[in-house]
C-alpha cells in the first residue's frame, strides 16, 4: 500500500465505506467479524474465593449487518415519525438541535426523485467561513454519491441539511459533470423553490426566529442570484426608526410610506443605536418618514445590488440629495465666505462644505456622493485588510445652530482669527464622532471640548 491508501483488508475500514456509501441500500450488508463476548458464569475458571481467574471474555466470530437500510426518504411522509426525523437530521448534520422545519417530497414527471431537507434551528459556527460544508448530500438508488453537493442549492442556501436521491444519476458522476447536468440544475431549480415556499408560508414569530440566525446568510442572496433577487428582497427583515425593536419587511415598510414619500429610505452602520440616534436622519425623522436601519456588513452588498423594490427605489439617508428641503439664496450668500474658508482649512479631509438640508439639531455632519462608498463599507474593507480608496466625503454644517451664527459674526469681525481655524477643526470632528468614526487627533478634540466648557461655565 501506498502512503494515504486504504486496507480493505482490515475491518473498520470496510465498515467505514459501506456506512458512508451503502448505509442506507435496501438489502442487508453482512460482515462475518470478531467480536468480545462474556464468558458465562458457569463456564469461568474461579479461585478458592470464587473470583475470576483469567480473563471473563473471550473472542468469537460472527455475522453483523453493517448497514441501518433507514432510507426514511424514500417512505411515505406520513409514515415517519417526528423522532425518526429527528435522529436522522442528527445523523447527516451533525448537530444536536432540533429541525426547525422539514421539506419531505417525492418529485414525480420525466424523472423521478425523492428529496428530505431540514432547516436548522440554530445557525452552525462556520456559517461564514469559506471552507464550510454544505448541508446536502446526493445519493443514487440510495448509494452514497457525495456530500457537500454545492450544485443541489446556492449559498445562501448552503445552512439546509438534507439528501436528494436521483435513481437516474450514474453513480460514478463527478463535480464537474454535475454542473452541466440537466437533471441537477432541474432537481436544484425545484429545490430553491420549494424552500422559498417555506419560508414565506411561516408564521410571523417562526420566520423571524429563523431570521436571526439566518438573516445573514439569505441576504448574500440579493447580489449573487439575480433570477430570484426579488424573492429574496420580499424575505428580508429590518428594525427601523419607527418599528420600537421590530423587524419590518420590505412590503410592510411600503404599506406605512406617507403619503408625499417616494423612496425607501435606508442607512448602514455597525451599531444599531448609532444609527438611530444619527444626525443624517434628523430631516427625515422630522418629516416623520421611516428609514431601515442596516447593521450587517453583507447589507452594503445589499443595497448595491437592489437599487429598487417593487418601483420603489432604495436611498441612502447618508448619500447625495435627499431633495426633501431647499436652500434659500439669500443664505447661500451669507454663509458662502465662511463656507469657503472652513473649506479652505479642511481641504485635506473634506470634498467640500455645504449648508445641510440634513440637520436640524445637529451642528454638522459628512456626507457621501449618490455613487460613492459609505463610511460603513470603507470601514468594513479596511478591517478585512483591503484597499479602499481614501474619499473626501461633504461637511454639511447647520447654519441655523447658534453655534454657526457666533463663528460667522467672529469671523466677519477679523477673518484671521486663529480660533476660526480651531473651530473649523471642532464641527469637523464632531461630525466624524456623530457617525462613530475615529478621530486622527483625539487629545486635540478633547483640549478644544475642555477649553470651551471652561469657558462657559
Not at 21 to 49: A, C, G, L, Q
Not at 223 to 234: C, G, L
Not at 385 to 400: F, H, L, S, W
Amino acid at each position: 500500500l501506498e502512503e494515504g491508501d486504504q486496507d480493505f483488508t482490515d475491518e473498520w475500514a470496510i465498515r467505514n465505506v459501506v456506512k458512508k456509501h451503502s448505509d442506507f441500500v435496501t438489502y442487508p450488508i453482512v460482515m462475518n467479524v470478531e467480536k468480545s463476548e462474556p464468558i458465562p458464569e458457569n463456564e469461568i475458571i474461579k479461585d478458592s474465593e470464587g473470583k475470576p481467574i483469567g480473563d471473563t471474555f473471550r473472542k468469537v466470530r460472527g455475522d453483523e449487518t453493517l448497514n441501518s437500510q433507514k432510507a426514511i426518504w424514500a417512505r411515505a411522509k406520513e409514515d415517519v415519525t417526528d423522532e425518526e426525523h429527528e435522529e436522522f437530521y442528527k445523523h447527516i448534520s451533525h448537530n444536536w438541535d432540533k429541525p426547525m422545519e422539514r421539506i419531505h417530497k417525492r418529485f414525480e414527471g420525466v424523472t423521478e426523485y425523492d428529496v428530505l431537507m431540514y432547516v436548522p434551528s440554530k445557525a452552525p459556527f462556520d456559517l461564514f467561513r469559506p471552507d464550510r460544508k454544505h448541508g446536502m448530500h446526493l445519493y443514487c438508488k440510495r448509494v452514497f454519491i457525495m456530500d457537500d453537493c454545492k450544485e443541489l442549492l446556492p449559498e445562501y442556501f448552503g445552512f439546509i441539511q438534507g439528501v436528494v436521491d436521483a435513481p437516474d444519476l450514474n453513480l460514478n458522476v463527478s463535480r464537474e459533470i454535475l454542473q452541466e447536468d440537466r437533471l441537477i440544475r432541474n432537481i436544484k431549480k425545484n429545490l430553491v423553490k420549494q424552500i422559498f415556499g417555506l419560508l414565506e408560508g411561516m408564521e410571523k414569530e417562526k420566520y423571524e426566529e429563523f431570521y436571526k440566525e439566518f438573516g445573514p446568510a439569505l441576504k448574500a442572496g440579493v447580489p449573487t442570484d439575480f433570477e430570484n433577487k426579488e424573492r429574496i428582497a420580499s424575505l428580508l427583515r429590518y428594525k427601523t426608526t419607527k418599528s420600537d425593536g421590530q423587524y419590518v419587511s420590505l412590503d410592510e415598510y411600503i404599506e406605512n410610506m406617507k403619503e408625499d414619500q417616494k423612496e425607501i429610505y435606508y442607512l448602514t452602520g455597525e451599531n444599531l443605536n448609532s444609527l438611530m440616534n444619527s444626525p443624517l436622519l434628523e430631516v427625515l425623522k422630522e418629516k416623520d418618514y421611516e428609514v431601515l436601519l442596516m447593521v450587517d456588513p453583507v447589507d452594503e452588498w445589499v443595497v448595491q445590488s437592489l437599487p429598487e423594490y417593487k418601483e420603489k427605489k432604495l436611498k441612502s439617508a447618508e448619500k447625495g440629495d435627499l431633495d426633501l428641503e431647499k436652500v434659500d439664496d439669500k443664505q447661500k450668500d451669507e454663509y458662502s465666505a465662511l463656507l469657503g474658508f472652513i473649506k479652505g482649512k479642511l481641504e485635506d479631509k473634506v470634498k467640500d462644505v455645504v449648508i445641510s438640508k440634513r440637520l436640524k439639531d445637529s451642528v454638522s455632519c459628512l456626507s457621501g456622493d449618490d455613487f460613492g462608498m459609505s463610511a460603513y463599507m470603507e470601514k468594513i474593507l479596511k478591517a478585512s485588510g483591503q484597499d479602499a480608496p481614501d474619499q473626501k466625503r461633504v461637511m454639511e454644517i447647520n447654519v441655523e445652530h447658534p453655534v454657526v451664527d457666533k463663528i460667522k459674526e467672529m469671523f466677519e469681525s477679523d477673518t484671521t482669527n486663529p480660533v476660526i481655524q480651531d473651530y473649523s477643526d471642532l464641527l469637523f470632528d464632531i461630525a466624524v464622532v456623530s457617525e462613530g468614526g475615529k478621530l486622527d487627533n483625539p487629545a486635540r478634540f478633547s483640549k478644544q471640548l475642555g477649553d470651551l466648557m471652561a469657558k462657559a461655565i
